[in-house]
Structures are given as C-alpha cells and as structure tokens.
C-alpha cells in the first residue's frame, strides 16, 4: 500500500473486550484502520456516521443481538457484514437478517483477512 493510498476503514463489533482487542490488532497488522465497539446501538450509528467500508460482528451480544443490528443495517445501507458466533447454528438467521457471509468462533486471524479482501475486492469491480 502506498503513502497516499486509503487504508480501509473496518467496524468491530464484540461484547467480549478482550476478543475485540485480540481482533483489532490482528487487522491494523494487515494495514486496516479499525473502529470497535461492544454495543449493537453503538455499531449502527458509527455506521451511520463513520462510513466504514465493511463491519465485522459478534451475532450474540446484550442489549441488542447482531440480528437486530443486521435489520436496521438493512433497512439504511448495503454495507457488508461478516457476522461471526460461537454457535455455528445461528448461520442461517445471521444469513436471512442480512450478512453476507458468517464465520464460526473460534476463526483463524488470517481466514477473517482473506474473507475481508475478498469482499474489498468486489466493491472495486
């Protein structure tokens, strides 16, 4: 990546702050520019107001669950959502409310970048 090249800004979203930092690091090594939060609410307004070019979200969170975040995503942006869970049984509701693509915990770092790439990738076509 260049100087003057944009670094791709990446929303995270976990109730677990030790699995967001964990995350987080592992991103801004691979060049990404990274904002978290541990809250769903949080999550859909720095969408709105951040812009970021794609969210990467924890499905079982308190307060307000990944799916409730994905239908009010859905209702404002196309931005894409990797959702990710400890239950690989919640694939099919995070599909249906609106990701694009699911991850199952525990997930290797470096299968979560290359996910993330691709989905880049497309956006510049």
């Known amino acids: 990546m260049s100087g003057t090249e944009k670094k791709h800004l990446i929303l995270l979203v976990d109730d677990h702050p030790k699995v ?11 060049g990404f520019d990274v904002l978290t939060t541990t809250s769903g609410k949080k999550a859909v307004e720095l969408v709105r ?5 794609i969210m990467l979200m924890d499905i079982i969170m308190p307060e307000m669950s990944g799916f409730e975040v994905l239908r009010e995503l859905r209702a404002f942006t196309d931005l894409p ?4 869970s400890a239950d690989p049984g919640n694939r ?3 599909m249906y ?10 997930f290797h770092p470096n299968e979560m ?5 691709t989905f880049l990738k497309q956006e510049h076509l």
């Open 97 to 106: 409310s609106g990701a694009n693509y699911f991850m199952a915990k525990p």
């Open 92 to 94: 099919d509701e995070a």
């Open 49 to 53: 107001s951040a812009k970021p070019d």
């Open 81 to 84: 959502v990797i959702a990710f």
């Open 20 to 30: 967001l930092r964990f995350i987080e690091i592992d991103l801004r090594i691979h």
């Open 113 to 117: 970048v290359r996910r993330i790439e």
